[in-house]
C-alpha cells in the first residue's frame, strides 16, 4: 500500500511565522503535490513537483514556496504565515506514468495562524 | 477549460438505501475520471478509477461508477448504503494531455440517516 507522511496533523502559529509542512512517501512517486482544502472551495493546488529539484506553480501559489531536495520528501514553506493561509493542507503523490496518475493522499495538517 | 461539476452540496439518505452521487465534466476527450471520499478530519481515499475499456467500475467498500460518453458523466453508486458511508465525496479527472495534475469537483456530503 501507498503510504503518505505528513509531519504534523495540527498545528498553530502565528502572523509572520515561517511554517514548514512536510510529507513523505514511501512508493518511489516521481509527483508530489500540495493542496489546500477549504469549506466550500475544494481543493486548490498549491505546488506539484515531478521531480527531485523540480516545481511548477499550481493555481494559488502566492504566499508559498516548495522544496524537493529528495524524490520521497516535499516541503511547503510558508514565508511568513498570515491569517488567511489557515486552512487544511494535504499532500498527494502518485507515480506518474501513462495510466498510472492516481494520487494518493496524506492524511492533512491543519493548520491556524492567529 | 477543464471543469468537473457536482451538482449536490450535501445529500442524505437512510442506511440501507440505494445512493447515486452525479458528477459531471466538461472535456474535449475522454479524461482519466476518479472517485474518492474523505472522512472528517481525514485525507482523500481512492474509491475507484476511469481509464478505458468497460465504462463500469467496481471500487472498494462496495462503491461503483459508471462512465457515459454522451452525458459526459461519472456518477457513484451504491446499491445498499452504511453509517460508516458518511463522508465527503470528490470526483476528480485528470486530462490525458496533463495527466499530472487532477482536477476535483467541489464535493458532495454523505449524511446517513438511521
Known amino acids: 500500500d501507498v503510504k503518505v507522511t505528513q509531519s504534523s496533523r495540527y498545528l498553530v502559529k502565528r502572523t509572520g511565522e515561517k511554517v514548514f509542512l512536510e510529507c513523505v512517501q514511501d512508493?518511489?512517486?516521481?509527483?508530489m503535490f500540495w493542496y489546500r482544502q477549504d469549506p466550500g472551495l475544494g481543493l486548490r493546488l498549491i505546488y506539484f513537483?515531478?521531480?527531485?529539484?523540480?516545481?511548477e506553480k499550481g493555481d494559488i501559489p502566492e504566499g508559498y514556496s516548495v522544496s524537493r531536495e529528495k524524490k520521497e520528501r516535499f516541503s511547503l514553506i510558508l514565508e511568513s504565515a498570515s491569517t488567511n493561509q489557515t486552512s487544511m493542507y494535504l499532500c498527494?503523490?502518485?507515480?506518474?506514468?501513462?495510466?498510472?496518475?492516481?494520487?494518493?493522499f496524506g492524511p492533512g495538517t491543519r493548520l491556524t495562524v492567529t | 477549460a477543464q471543469s468537473v461539476t457536482q451538482p449536490d452540496i450535501h445529500i442524505t439518505v437512510s442506511e440501507g438505501a440505494s445512493l447515486e452521487l452525479r458528477c459531471n465534466y466538461s472535456?474535449?476527450?475522454?479524461?482519466?475520471l476518479f472517485w474518492y471520499v474523505q472522512s472528517p478530519g481525514q485525507g482523500l481515499q481512492l474509491l475507484l478509477k476511469?481509464?478505458?475499456?468497460?465504462?463500469l467500475v467496481q471500487g472498494i467498500k462496495g462503491f461503483e461508477a459508471e462512465f457515459k460518453r454522451s452525458q459526459s458523466s461519472f456518477n457513484l453508486r451504491k446499491p445498499s448504503v452504511h453509517w460508516s458511508d458518511a463522508a465527503e465525496y470528490f470526483c476528480?479527472?485528470?486530462?490525458?494531455?496533463?495527466?499530472?495534475?487532477?482536477?476535483f469537483g467541489s464535493g458532495t456530503r454523505l449524511s446517513i440517516r438511521p
Open positions: 498527494a503523490s502518485s507515480l506518474g506514468t501513462s495510466g498510472t496518475v492516481e494520487q494518493y
Open positions: 512508493m518511489d512517486h516521481e509527483n
Open positions: 513537483s515531478y521531480d527531485v529539484k523540480m516545481k
Open positions: 472535456y474535449g476527450a475522454t479524461p482519466y
Open positions: 476511469y481509464f478505458s475499456g468497460d465504462t
Open positions: 476528480a479527472v485528470a486530462p490525458y494531455s496533463s495527466a499530472s495534475k487532477i482536477i
